[in-house]
Structure formats: structure tokens, C-alpha cells
């Protein structure tokens, strides 16, 4: 899976790939990382990528321009990227407007063989975007300072079903969301009691069927 992040802050994104599964995902080579700054494709000396909007109000949007060419920078170099009739490539702007993102839409992304993800900035992006993507998406009913957290939960859930990203094949099999709208049961390790606080004494009973059970019977429905 090729991750391609489109940010003004690309710092930002990289750093969170130097620790934990992520680094080791991307040092075996079962991601790949790449950032580009829209700023690159700017023509004036301050590399502005944001103006002030038609109509007036506050803040400011970002320019269609450089993104467009950030965009097709990416997209040149693969310009068809089909497997069989199958499009492998989805470019996505993270939009408070967007889908919801959900672990029903990460196994759909994780269909594909490239994630293109547009972080917007400031009041927003020119609404002009929409010719150039593919679809866009929200982590939920916030507003961010821009859409780099956004993307860099997307691709963090996408990766853990790439296999053997996780340690344990089952980890990512029987946890929440793994089946609809389920919440993974209580989980419970050692020491056995702290603080007078006990671990239930089913899962210290060895008898996997009633664990099995008890799980079961503490997952349960999200709100």
C-alpha cells in the first residue's frame, strides 16, 4: 500500500512514521510514504498558497492551483494505475462535508493500491477540488486545524489490516468494529489483583469456552 499525502506541514506527517508499527511497517516496506507541499508549485517568492475568498468573510481558502499540480504531479507518473478494469488509486480530500469514515470504509480503501490524501488548511480549500478527486471524507462532527490528523488516521487504519503489519494475525480479526458495529470486550493482564480490583475468574480459568462466552457476551453494541 502506497500512502501519498499532500500537506503544506509534510514534517508533520513523516514524523509520525519514525515510531512504533508504523516505522516498522514502512522499514519492511509494506507501506510507502511519500509528501509533497503544494507550496512547491507556487509562483511567487513567499510560495502563497492560500487568498482571501470571493464574497468576503473571515480566514482565508486555499488556492486551487497549486494543489491541482501536486495533484497531477502524483497522478503523471501513473496515470492509468488499473489492474485488470480495476482503478487502484483514490485520491481523497479529508472535508468536514465528507463521508463519514468508518471500519466499514477501511476495508473498501484498503481494496486499493494507493491512497492520495489532500490536507486542507485554513477556512478550507477551493470547492473547484471536487474535479480532481475522488471522494471526500470526514474522521468525524469536528472541525480540525487541517486535515493531516485526518489522513493520518486513515492511513493508520488501513495499514493494520495490511498482513502481518500487526504482530498477531487475530489482532485486527476480533477487536471493535470488526464485525458492524461491535465494541471489543474488557481486556485484563497481569498482576491478577491491584488495589483490591480482581480479574474476572473466568479468564483465569482456562476453560476457553467459557471465556469464549463471557467475551461475548461483553461485547456489545455501539451507542
Known amino acids: 500500500m502506497k500512502f501519498t499525502v499532500i500537506t503544506i506541514f509534510p514534517q508533520l506527517v513523516e514524523d509520525y512514521f519514525k515510531e512504533g508499527i508504523m516505522s516498522r511497517a514502512l522499514k519492511k516496506k509494506q507501506i510507502q510514504l511519500k509528501t509533497i507541499s503544494p507550496r ?26 497549486p494543489l491541482v499540480k501536486a495533484i497531477k504531479t502524483v497522478t503523471k507518473v501513473a496515470p492509468k494505475q488499473v489492474r485488470g478494469n480495476k482503478i487502484t488509486r483514490r485520491i481523497i480530500l479529508l472535508d468536514p462535508r465528507g463521508k463519514r469514515f468508518t471500519q466499514k470504509e477501511v476495508k473498501r480503501l484498503q481494496r486499493y493500491d494507493e491512497l492520495i490524501f489532500i490536507c486542507g488548511r485554513y477556512e478550507g480549500v477551493d470547492e473547484r477540488i471536487k474535479y480532481y478527486i475522488d471522494e471526500k ?18 492511513m493508520e487504519a488501513v495499514a493494520r489490516l495490511i498482513p502481518d503489519v500487526l504482530h498477531h494475525p487475530e489482532s485486527a480479526k476480533f477487536e471493535s468494529f470488526s464485525e458492524g458495529s461491535n465494541l471489543e470486550h474488557p481486556q485484563y493482564t497481569r498482576p491478577e489483583v491491584f488495589e483490591g480490583h480482581k480479574v474476572p ?15 461475548k457476551t461483553n461485547s456489545r453494541q455501539q451507542n
Not at 40 to 65: C, N, S, W
Not at 201 to 215: A, M
Request: charged share 25%.
Open 40 to 65: 512547491k508549485f507556487t509562483k511567487d517568492r513567499h510560495q502563497t498558497v492560500d487568498d482571501i475568498p470571493y464574497g468576503g468573510g473571515a480566514g482565508l481558502v486555499m488556492k486551487i492551483e
Open 137 to 154: 471524507m470526514s474522521v468525524g462532527d469536528f472541525v480540525l486545524m487541517g486535515g493531516e490528523l485526518g489522513a493520518l488516521t486513515v
Open 201 to 215: 475468574k473466568v479468564l483465569l480459568s482456562g476453560h476457553h469456552g467459557e471465556i469464549d462466552r463471557w467475551r
